[in-house]
């Protein structure tokens, strides 16, 4: 079944006047979590000088949110189930605020296990967002506008990608690093003083998101959002709504995977652009960072391109031209020297900019009541964004901390996404 067919998913308010205010506090939820996961390319390289670390213990960072991912997935889709839409997004915004706001005692004493606690609480709250926002987004209008509608969302996530690497750059990173020889060279006083310094300039970020985070969620608990209702097919059982059950759809089954290899994509590139903008192209620190921002904003242009494109071609189409553009730039940075590679990091950016939104959407497509359910699987795949950056770390330092050979992982990544969009993607035929 193709994304246009009509779905058996209902609003309880008959008239769309009603959307307008909903999918903008929607919205909102795309470009918060935008924010977390965005830092982290940011906060990656700055822990890892902070807290003295080797690269596969900095992507420890990514490792702690996408594995709350794969812990809170079923439990956020439970909670979707029992309690709605609402309530599930409250409880999420509170519990990402009580993370962001550990970073405060983390930084206080240089703590990298607290660090991952509060983005492992993070995670947590991020997962209970997009379990609900996610399917939420997809069926708050018309369902032949799903796939449309969910990418015109995911483009303040975009929004997001580009903002997040200027706040942290500018709030965050320093621009100074000593070598190993140099750290060993000062007085231990000294060390530890720059140390410490280093921690503490994720505090008052982190402070300020905490608190926006409660604004919001305040602002949640007084608006009222007009809740979805699933309608069961004519003959469907009731037995095969369950959470297990749903992976039946061939579809949706293979969607997951493709988000798993997505998500990790996604993750690597952004987890090691700075440290590969760094050592590939020669710039700074600080001039990487801001690099970052610039992929951030082709990523952000690529939403709102590809939302525009998916009115002229298929979603499927789009995803396999996107998926070899990808996979190409990829290569170009592995093999390429110099300013080519910032150049194809960006691309990157630009064209990984629609797979989420549409891997999603062409996962859920038709299936009904049984939406909430394979929401849940499709957020538990975000694991993948635990996994691929840790292997790439590993990968990493066994090449003697050469990044460039970190990116074959990725690439992998795309061509697993290539087949989904040329095959994975097709409903079985009832």
């Not at 297990?244 to 952004?270: D, M, N, P």
Request: with cysteine; glycine share 10%.
């Amino acid at each position: 079944m193709e994304i246009g067919t009509k779905s058996s998913i209902k609003l309880t308010e008959t008239s769309s006047k009603g959307y307008l205010l909903p999918f903008i506090l929607i919205v909102s939820l795309f470009f918060l979590w935008g924010m977390a996961h965005n830092l982290n390319g940011v906060l990656i390289p700055h822990l890892k000088k902070a807290c003295q670390l080797n690269n596969s213990q900095s992507a420890l960072v990514d490792t702690s949110v996408f594995f709350a991912y794969f812990i809170m997935a079923l439990p956020a889709g439970y909670v979707l189930r029992k309690w709605g839409y609402k309530l599930s997004i409250i409880i999420g915004l509170v519990t990402f605020s009580v993370g962001a706001f550990l970073f405060i005692p983390a930084a206080d004493h240089r703590m990298y296990e607290l660090f991952l606690l509060a983005l492992f609480i993070i995670g947590c709250g991020l997962a209970l967002l997009e379990t609900a926002a996610n399917p939420y987004a997809a069926v708050l209008g018309k369902p032949e506008a799903a796939t449309h509608r969910l990418n015109l969302a995911a483009s303040f996530n975009g929004l997001a990608a580009m903002v997040a690497p200027v706040v942290g750059t500018t709030f965050i990173l320093s621009g100074r690093s000593y070598s190993e020889t140099e750290l060993a060279a000062m007085s231990e006083s000294n060390r530890l003083a720059y140390l410490l310094h280093e921690a503490s300039s994720v505090k008052m970020p982190y402070l300020i998101l905490s608190l926006i985070l409660l604004v919001v969620a305040l602002v949640f608990l007084f608006v009222k959002l007009p809740e979805i209702q699933g309608e069961k097919k004519e003959g469907e059982k009731a037995q095969n709504s369950g959470l297990f059950a749903v992976l039946r759809h061939k579809h949706l089954s293979f969607s997951v995977i493709a988000q798993f290899f997505y998500v990790g994509a996604q993750v690597c590139v952004t987890s090691f652009f700075i440290r590969m903008a760094q050592q590939g192209a020669g710039v700074d620190e600080k001039t990487a960072g801001y690099f970052l921002g610039v992929y951030g904003l082709l990523f952000m242009g690529g939403r709102f391109v590809g939302t525009l494109l998916l009115r002229y071609t298929t979603a499927q189409r789009l995803l396999a031209i996107y998926a070899v553009c990808c996979a190409v730039l990829a290569a170009v940075a592995i093999s390429g020297t110099g300013m080519v590679i910032l150049y194809a990091l960006g691309g990157l950016g630009f064209f990984m900019s629609i797979m989420f939104p549409t891997i999603f959407s062409l996962g859920i497509a038709g299936l009904g009541n049984e939406t909430k359910q394979a929401s849940s699987w499709l957020i538990m795949s975000i694991v993948g964004g635990a996994v691929f950056p840790f292997l790439t770390g590993m990968l990493i330092d066994a090449a003697n901390d050469n990044t460039k050979i970190g990116y074959s992982v990725p690439l992998t990544c795309y061509l697993v996404i290539l087949w989904f969009a040329l095959n994975g993607y097709k409903p079985a035929k009832t």
